[in-house]
């Protein structure tokens, strides 16, 4: 349930107090809303005790980093741009149910050597409330980095992050969701730079074609493609259909497939064994 006026307030509040005490601070950034949010919030709490911290990784889209960039920079926040190296990790690119978390194990030791040699206080992440209910095995890595979670500490909701950073005039309050490129790639496959270079080609085609909301999923052979609900009608015009298969054809896939449910975060997880999400990554 979206908080709203006075409880909203007393959220955003706590989340400033929350901030202030925790000295200088890193954050890990990626453009997306949360991160995005908790990232000005910091900054305007704590002013030049923040840096806001991203990583130049093979599984970021361009796009994606040129956006972060540009709003990092439209609000004066204070950056520095890492590079990570997921990819010389086997246990990474094997690209199982734990991948998420070498990802993020990767990040949390980089950007610890980094507090330690600059001295900040702590490292923050953008997890919220709304993201206990999922499969994420790189919470279990900030929790292992002792990262601290101040949005889910303020017990803000997805929909209550972007409520606050539009209430703020931030731009990105209605961006889309958008997971790393290697969330797209099924398990079980390795995730290599190539499968990572047609991913992000096949998603700069749709975003070309004016679709807002999208997965392209990479399965071999085949590429399952993810249009959100209220975009499917136009995925579903012949014309359109015609377009996919030339584009993704044309990126070396043998079959082009639209997916009739339609866009929903996270879909890879469904095709994990039971046993993988209640082992969690103990």
């Known amino acids: 349930m979206l908080a709203t006026g006075k409880d909203l307030e007393a959220k ?66 204070p950056l520095e741009v890492i590079a990570t190296s997921e990819l010389d990790r086997p246990e990474y690119v094997r690209n199982d149910a734990r991948r998420c978390f070498f990802c993020k194990d990767e990040l949390f030791t980089l950007m610890e050597e980094l507090r330690r040699a600059r001295g900040f206080d702590a490292i923050a992440y953008g997890v919220n409330l709304d993201d206990q209910g999922d499969f994420r095995p790189g919470q279990k890595a900030a929790s292992e980095h002792q990262v601290v979670a101040p949005l889910l500490d303020a017990g803000l909701t997805k929909e209550e992050i972007r409520a606050l950073a539009r209430q703020a005039g931030l731009r990105i309050w209605d961006k889309p969701a958008s997971a790393c490129l290697s969330s797209r790639i099924e398990y079980g496959r390795p995730v290599t730079r190539e499968s990572l270079d047609v991913v992000e080609k096949g998603e700069d085609a749709l975003r070309t074609l004016r679709f807002r909301q999208f997965r392209v999923r990479h399965h071999g052979e085949i590429v399952r493609i993810e249009i959100a609900s209220e975009e499917l009608q136009r995925a579903l ?12 054809k044309g990126l070396g896939f043998k079959f082009v497939t639209l997916d009739l449910e339609g866009f929903r975060s996270g879909s890879m997880n469904a095709l994990l064994p039971a046993e993988e999400l209640l082992r969690r990554t103990g």
Do not use: C
């Open 12 to 77: 955003r509040a706590l989340l400033q107090v929350q901030l202030r005490q925790r000295g200088r601070l890193l954050v890990a950034y990626s453009g997306g809303v949360d991160s995005a949010y908790l990232a000005w919030a910091a900054h305007q709490a704590l002013g030049k005790n923040m840096l806001a911290i991203i990583a130049d990784s093979p599984s970021l889209a361009r796009t994606q980093l040129a956006d972060a960039t540009a709003f990092a920079h439209e609000q004066a926040i």
């Open 237 to 248: 015009d012949p014309a359109m259909a015609a377009a996919f298969t030339r584009i993704f």
